[in-house]
Nanobody, 125 residues
Framework: VQLQASGGGLVQSGESLRISCAAS????????LGWFRQAPGKEREFVAA????????EYADPVKGRFTISRDNAKNTVYLQMNSLKPEDTAVYYC???????????????????WGQGTLVTVSS
């Protein structure tokens, strides 16, 4: 599967933004999907993940209550709705896929084998 992220941009603190990741090559419903981010000078970190089926989700503590991950298997697309954005959310956001069974969700970056190119989200104060 190939992944293509889009939708990044420049927003002000407190605003919202939705980024998307389209899968091609193989059906996205074969995979558990996740979002990660990498800020300048920092390591890539987990943001959110959603199971292959059942809609089970997991979030990193800094984004809980503000970000929502969702998927539309008919469109082979995963979304990340980001509300109440903060300057510390500024990063390149990457989508990733891992083979999974059923409702499994994993935040371990090492378990993801397929990565898309990133999309830059900049939050100004």
């Amino acid at each position: 599967v190939q992944l293509q992220a889009s939708g990044g941009g420049l927003v002000q603190s407190g605003e919202s933004l939705r980024i998307s990741c389209a899968a091609s090559g193989r059906s996205a419903n074969r995979y558990q999907l996740g979002w990660f981010r990498q800020a300048p000078g920092k390591e890539r970190e987990f943001v959110a993940a959603i199971s292959r089926i059942g809609g089970f989700t997991e979030y990193a503590d800094p984004v809980k209550g503000r970000f929502t991950i969702s998927r539309d298997n008919a469109k082979n697309t995963v979304y990340l709705q980001m509300n109440s954005l903060k300057p510390e959310d500024t990063a390149v956001y990457y989508c990733a896929a891992r083979s999974a069974i059923g409702s499994a969700v994993d935040s371990d970056i090492e378990s993801y084998g397929t990565w898309g190119q990133g999309t830059l989200v900049t939050v100004s104060s």
